[in-house]
């Protein structure tokens, strides 16, 4: 069983969600910085279907800090 995962993407327009995109690509877009702490994101099983700011899920900050250290 695979998670897939969506966030909300801001624009000129307003947000936009964008999904579903499997956890490898979820990680991915973190280290590119597209999904950031401040992003809105939500997942049937680790968020029970809510949205939440990435920033309160434990491992997703731990990816973000490892690829974008604080100077």
Known sequence: MSVNWYYMKRGWLGSKRIGPIREPEFL?????GEI??????????KTRGA??????IT??????NEKH???
């Not at 949205?51 to 309160?56: C, G, I, P």
């Not at 491992?59 to 973000?64: E, Q, T």
């Open 28 to 32: 991915h877009r973190i280290d590119s």
């Open 36 to 45: 950031r702490p401040e992003t809105l994101i939500r997942c049937l099983s």
């Open 51 to 56: 949205w939440v700011f990435m920033r309160t």
């Open 59 to 64: 491992p997703a900050m731990k990816r973000w």
């Open 69 to 71: 250290p604080t100077v």
